[in-house]
């Protein structure tokens, strides 16, 4: 089992910068890749960034990229969101997910994480 806390959440005003963390603990050998969703109020959730645990191969979706970076801890099992210039349709609940070789190379996800509230003021 892979447990995934996500930290860093907050208002800011459009154009601020947040770091999202997101720690993952327990079964985590397996982890072959992470990423971040969201979902804002009224849409369902879609995809941000992933990344490749070892290759630290990235991918963003066209909306976020240039402004969005996602990055891992070396050390722990720990990615990260920086987002910067961001904007009021960025405001959304940010999840973190974690996936396996099989899963993630199908574009699936084993395990997410709780959520942290984004709101970006205009």
């Known amino acids: 089992q892979v447990l995934l806390v996500e930290s860093g959440g907050g208002l800011v005003q459009a154009g601020g910068s947040l770091k999202l963390s997101c720690a993952a603990s327990?079964?985590?050998?397996?982890?072959?890749?992470m990423g971040w969703f969201r979902q804002a109020p009224g849409k369902e959730r879609e995809f941000v960034a992933r990344?490749?645990?070892?290759?630290?191969?990235?991918y963003y979706t066209d909306s976020v990229k240039g402004r969005f970076t996602i990055s891992r801890d070396n050390t722990k099992t720990t990615v990260y969101l920086q987002m910067n210039s961001l904007k009021p349709e960025d405001t959304a609940v940010y999840y973190c997910?974690?996936?396996?070789?099989?899963?993630?190379?199908?574009?699936?996800?084993?395990?997410w994480g709780q959520g942290t509230q984004v709101t970006v003021s205009s």
């Open positions: 990344i490749t645990w070892s290759s630290r191969m990235t």
């Open positions: 327990g079964a985590t050998a397996n982890i072959y890749g």
């Open positions: 997910a974690a996936g396996n070789f099989l899963q993630f190379s199908q574009g699936n996800y084993n395990y």
